[in-house]
Every structure is written in C-alpha cells, then in structure tokens.
C-alpha cells in the first residue's frame, strides 16, 4: 500500500533558469529554496533550482537541450496557483511596472466548486499560470 504524504514539488523545464527565476522570486514571491547543478543519469549536468512559498514548491529544471522546453501546452495545461486577494496580486505587479509579462483579465466563475475569481499569466518559458482566489 502507498501512503501519500502530499505534493513534492511541480516541475517547469525552462530556457534560461536565471530569467525564471527572477520571474518566481520578484513577481510570484517565491523564495529560492536550493540551486544547482545536477548530474542526471539521461540528461547530462543539468541546472535546477527550487522556489517555495508556504507549501507549494516549484522545481526549475535548465535542460541542456532547449527543444525539450515545449511552447504549447502538454499534458499539463496550467499550474494553479491559490491567492488571498487577487485584486491586490494585480495591483502590486502594476506598481512594479512589469510589462514584459502580460495581466489577464479577472474573471468571475461562480459556478466553479463555491466560485472563484481567477486570471492566468505566462510565465518566462511559456508556462501557464492560473491565479485563483476563492469566494468566501
């Protein structure tokens, strides 16, 4: 029997892991939890960092082949990130006046579950990323 204790990490392949990370850590408030260079079995050295924030954590993976950093969506179409206030999230990216990565638009979807707002970002290497604060 498997006893799952709970989420470990979500991976993002990447094109440039210093521009994702920057990406996570000024505009996501993620912090760097550990960076660097691991030697995989199938894939060469490999840089690879982890940011963190409360009990989500996301694993930054540079491979060495950049073909493998696919722009579309696979299998895994986003990663949802849960906000307090997603009003405030949008209204301090404009005060840092980040325009190299697009805002959506908030959307209300009352029927999701007990409702949500959300809106969704891309992030440096084309990875989705939904914004979600529920209704309380």
């Given at each position: 029997?498997?006893?799952?204790?709970?989420?470990?990490?979500?991976?993002?392949?990447?094109?440039?892991?210093?521009?994702?990370?920057?990406?996570?850590?000024?505009?996501?408030?993620?912090?760097?939890?550990?960076?660097?260079m691991v030697d995989h079995p199938a894939m060469g050295?490999?840089?690879?960092a982890l940011v963190e924030q409360q009990n989500c954590t996301i694993e930054l993976?540079?491979?060495?082949?950049?073909?493998?950093?696919?722009?579309?969506?696979?299998?895994?179409?986003?990663?949802?990130?849960?906000?307090?206030?997603?009003?405030?999230?949008?209204?301090?990216?404009?005060?840092?006046?980040?325009?190299?990565?697009?805002?959506?638009?908030?959307?209300?979807?009352?029927?999701?579950?007990?409702?949500?707002?959300?809106?969704?970002?891309?992030?440096?290497?084309?990875?989705?990323?939904?914004?979600?604060?529920?209704?309380?």
């Open positions: 029997m498997i006893l799952f204790q709970g989420l470990y990490h979500i991976g993002i392949y990447t094109t440039d892991i210093e521009r994702s990370l920057s990406f996570y850590t000024q505009m996501l408030d993620f912090n760097l939890k550990w960076r660097g050295k490999i840089k690879v993976v540079q491979p060495n082949d950049a073909a493998l950093v696919n722009e579309k969506a696979g299998p895994i179409q986003h990663l949802a990130l849960k906000v307090e206030s997603i009003d405030k999230v949008m209204e301090r990216w404009k005060s840092k006046k980040i325009t190299e990565f697009p805002l959506g638009e908030i959307e209300d979807l009352p029927s999701f579950g007990k409702g949500i707002r959300h809106t969704f970002i891309y992030g440096p290497s084309h990875e989705r990323i939904e914004l979600v604060e529920e209704y309380t």
